[in-house]
């Protein structure tokens, strides 16, 4: 499972530490925050699995939110992570929940999940997990929203570039934030999360041009392997596909694979990922703990990471 998790916030914070500290003097192993040097270990743990991450996403999700990165600590070094990435009061995310091989089965990881959670401030928290664990998290107070996809393939760039497609740099992080609160694209304001997406170097990221600033907009960055595209938000299939295809079109790789991750619900971006050719390859389940957000999925032809939301 992927995702990320939730802090208290001012004194929240801090009581949260107290708890914690005092769980420490229980327990032969130590839970405590990250520090950022110590966060790529999580983000390698991440490429075992699978997840195949994006190279600069250690920086920008840590930077997003320093606080809310956890670790549960043995004689041998870090052995569970979690992140718990608070965009508000009212919003956060739980995810980058592993636990070290040969520390599975032993209760650490679950140890650390209640931990980092206990006291959580967020009235509402939400994650992307894999589909057979949503019992355990219904456990935890979380329920089903809808599965997500992440479809892949080699992808050919077509299209011709339209005249009021442009680049975002980072003076646009304004102007995109608002766009996602007043089109219901994401749960919060994310002015840290998009600094780092739109404005790091090895991201590309594209708009079109509207009345807001923009009325699409998407981002694509390099992984490990291939690239993928998220988000992608788009007010219908037309403007989607224009932004798909100019993202491709702008990768310094044409021949790598290329990963979409889609809301299912939202059937004209699962339509825009198979007319390419793309298949599905895994899937999650999005999941609330308290209010789930009430996001217009039909503009949402691409997720922007598994792990912040």
Not at 30 to 41: A, G, N, V
Request: with cysteine.
């Amino acid at each position: 499972m992927f995702g990320t998790c939730v802090c208290p916030v001012s004194g929240g914070k801090r009581d949260l530490d107290l708890f914690i500290g005092s769980l420490n003097k229980a327990m032969p192993d130590k839970i405590r925050r990250l520090k950022s040097f110590e966060f790529p270990l999580a983000v390698e743990w991440a490429a075992k699995e699978g997840w195949n991450p994006g190279l600069a996403d250690a920086e920008v999700f840590f930077n997003t939110d320093p606080e809310g990165f956890w670790g549960a600590f043995d004689k041998q070094g870090l052995a569970a992570v979690i992140s718990a990435v608070q965009y508000s009061s009212d919003f956060g995310f739980v995810g980058f929940y592993i636990c070290r091989p040969d520390r599975r089965g032993s209760g650490l990881g679950y140890r650390l999940w209640q931990a980092v959670l206990e006291g959580s401030v967020p009235k509402t928290i939400g994650l992307d997990g894999v589909v057979g664990q949503q019992d355990n998290y219904r456990k935890s107070g979380f329920e089903f929203a809808h599965r997500n996809i992440r479809f892949g393939g080699v992808v050919t760039a077509s299209g011709e570039t339209p005249d009021d497609l442009f680049t975002l740099a980072v003076d646009d992080i304004a102007i995109v934030d608002a766009f996602e609160q007043t089109c219901n694209l994401f749960a919060e304001s994310r002015i840290e999360f998009l600094r780092g997406w739109i404005g790091h170097d090895k991201h590309k990221a594209l708009a079109l041009k509207g009345p807001m600033g923009v009325r699409a907009y998407g981002v694509i960055r390099p992984c490990l392997e291939g690239h993928k595209i998220g988000p992608l938000f788009s007010p219908n299939a037309k403007d989607a596909k224009t932004l798909f295809c100019a993202l491709l079109q702008s990768r310094d790789d044409q021949e790598g694979k290329v990963y979409l991750d889609v809301p299912e619900p939202n059937q004209a971006a699962v339509d825009l990922a198979t007319a390419h050719g793309m298949v599905p390859e895994f899937e999650t389940a999005r999941m609330y703990k308290g209010t789930a957000p009430k996001l217009d999925l039909d503009m949402i032809f691409g997720i922007s990471s598994f792990e912040l939301g």
